[in-house]
């Protein structure tokens, strides 16, 4: 009797967790659609995205299940169809291109980058900006790239 009046409690407790992470799911997605609707509601003429190599990453023990919760290829399917939808030029950059690596006001390539710099500092015009924002202007003025 015991031992039943256990398992049932564990078949609880798996239920419980299960509700748990679909919910959490769904909030990811939830937050994938609302970014997706905010870009396209701007009505920019293009976006530009980088073509991340996501099984690569998937393939890193380290990055694997926070690269799965976050959605990259959901992300990506969904403002590929909206921008389509929209008239908006989808732009999508190689994956080598160096965007986080080069100066956005003067062009310099910086081969010493690390992960941990989060602001990039240019060594030959003194500029200080942050990462990704320096990334995010270099995407946007990339000249090579295929449209979706």
Request: glycine fraction near 2%.
């Amino acid at each position: 009797m015991k031992g039943e009046t256990t398992r049932q409690n564990i078949q609880k407790q798996v239920v419980k967790v299960q509700k748990l992470h679909q919910t959490l799911s769904n909030i990811r997605t939830d937050y994938v659609n609302k970014t997706v609707s905010e870009l396209i509601k701007q009505k920019p003429s293009f976006i530009t995205i980088e073509d991340l190599a996501v099984s690569n990453m998937m393939k890193n023990k380290h990055l694997a299940r926070a690269v799965a919760q976050q959605k990259f290829y959901e992300f990506r399917t969904k403002i590929i169809s909206t921008a389509s939808e929209n008239g908006i030029e989808l732009r999508i950059v190689n994956r080598f291109y160096p965007s986080s690596k080069t100066c956005s006001s003067c062009g310099a390539y910086k081969k010493d980058l690390k992960l941990s710099d989060r602001v990039y500092k240019c060594d030959n015009c003194n500029t200080e900006i942050d990462r990704d924002l320096n990334a995010s202007i270099n995407l946007a003025d990339a000249k090579k790239y295929k449209i979706a």
